[in-house]
């Protein structure tokens, strides 16, 4: 396992259309964790999983975001309606203690 | 709302030390220092942590004041590969490690 995969890279998509980002974290990782990055701006968190339990959720997180970690395992991210606003890196994290260890990310354009 | 703050940016030359400065003047008991830093284009790695005692492994030391409303980052061997956003971080335990990034310092390590 060499660390966290994300998966598209790039995504590109027309305003409002649906879009779903994968995160696999690295194995035997009970908390995963997502943010968003703009240009210019340090990561912002979004929500984080222990395990399959979503234990916290930004005010960022509007009601057309949405994340699952079924089985505790991989994550995924789904954007509904998506908005200009919502063009940015997407980075997920994993850890099982102090460290947190982050993907290469996705990065969101909506045209 | 970051509770830290970093100089924009900073510079030092191939081979010298880079002192990288943190003010965290409300940091609260159980609140470590973290350092992470992201390079162009990739997710962000982490540093370094402590909570009073300075620390030190392979890649940096970390300096607290007694007060622990400071602290600087060192790398004691700058090469350009370690031009890159550097982040210090104020993480409680009981928030489930998330990381509430600021805007960071910027280094350029010149040749």
């Known amino acids: 396992d060499t660390g966290v995969s994300q998966n598209p890279r790039h995504k590109i998509t027309k305003r409002g259309q649906n879009v779903t980002f994968r995160c696999d974290p690295i194995s035997e990782h009970n908390r995963l964790y997502w943010y968003r990055q703009t240009l210019g701006q340090g990561p912002e968190f979004l929500t984080y999983?222990?395990?399959?339990?979503?234990?916290?959720k930004s005010r960022l997180l509007s009601d057309r975001f949405s994340a699952e970690r079924p089985k505790g395992s991989f994550s995924t991210l789904e954007i509904q309606r998506t908005e200009q606003g919502d063009s940015a890196m997407y980075l997920c994290?994993?850890?099982?203690?102090?460290?947190?260890?982050f993907g290469q990310g996705t990065r969101l354009t909506v045209v | 709302d970051a509770k830290t703050t970093q100089p924009p940016s900073m510079d030092c030359a191939e081979g010298r030390a880079a002192n990288l400065p943190c003010n965290h003047s409300t940091i609260s008991g159980n609140e470590y220092v973290y350092w992470y830093r992201q390079i162009h284009s990739q997710g962000p790695q982490y540093i370094i942590h402590g909570l009073k005692n300075n620390e030190t492994n392979e890649m940096a030391s970390l300096i607290i004041t007694e007060d622990r409303k400071s602290s600087t980052l060192i790398l004691p061997h700058a090469t350009l590969r370690d031009t890159a956003v550097y982040y210090c971080i104020l993480v409680g335990k009981s928030s489930g490690d998330k990381l509430t990034f600021g805007t960071g310092t910027r280094l350029a390590v010149r040749p």
């Open positions: 999983f222990q395990n399959e339990a979503q234990l916290e």
């Open positions: 994290a994993s850890s099982e203690g102090s460290e947190a260890f």
